[in-house]
């Protein structure tokens, strides 16, 4: 039997629309994507992102605060968050040698990133 998809809140949507804002070889944080769209749980991001039911919003972008790669389809080990790692490393994200994301591929939470993620131009001194 084929999976019913539910059709998005508008809060899903407002944090699918900000997450398709993230170029490729970048990452932001629960926390930076939730400060974007004016929320204050970074947890609620991740449980949008669990729900997606879209092809073209980069999930594995989003990651933990501390450059850890977080869970990914609703899991925080396996086989699931390996594909994560690979999805990146596959957009240029390099990993340090304890496994976090480089902070050259972070986009952190500023003024900026929250007018990019609204759908301006991310201003190049961030």
Same mark, same amino acid.
């Given at each position: %039997?084929?999976?019913? /998809?539910?059709?998005?809140?508008?809060?899903?949507?407002?944090? +699918?629309?900000?997450?398709?804002?993230?170029? *490729?070889?970048?990452?932001? &944080? +629960?926390?930076?994507?939730?400060?974007?769209?004016?929320?204050?749980?970074? $947890?609620? /991001?991740?449980?949008?992102? $669990?729900?997606?039911?879209?092809?073209?919003?980069?999930?594995?972008?989003?990651?933990? &605060? @501390?450059?850890?790669?977080?869970?990914?389809? !609703?899991?925080?080990?396996?086989? @699931?968050?390996?594909? *994560? *790692? $690979?999805?990146?490393?596959?957009?240029?994200?390099?990993? @340090?040698? #304890?496994?976090? /994301?480089?902070?050259?591929?972070?986009? $952190?939470? &500023?003024? !900026?990133?929250?007018? %990019? %993620?609204?759908?301006? #131009? +991310?201003?190049?001194?961030?």
């Amino acid at each position: %039997m084929p999976k019913k /998809i539910k059709t998005p809140t508008e809060f899903q949507v407002r944090v +699918y629309d900000a997450v398709r804002r993230i170029p *490729k070889g970048k990452v932001a &944080s +629960y926390a930076a994507v939730a400060s974007a769209i004016a929320c204050r749980s970074a $947890r609620v /991001i991740g449980q949008a992102l $669990r729900a997606c039911p879209f092809d073209d919003v980069p999930c594995h972008r989003v990651v933990a &605060s @501390d450059l850890t790669v977080g869970g990914f389809a !609703g899991r925080s080990v396996g086989p @699931d968050v390996e594909r *994560k *790692k $690979r999805l990146l490393a596959k957009e240029g994200v390099r990993f @340090d040698q #304890a496994g976090r /994301i480089e902070p050259a591929h972070a986009l $952190r939470d &500023s003024p !900026g990133l929250r007018l %990019m %993620m609204k759908g301006g #131009a +991310y201003p190049k001194n961030g």
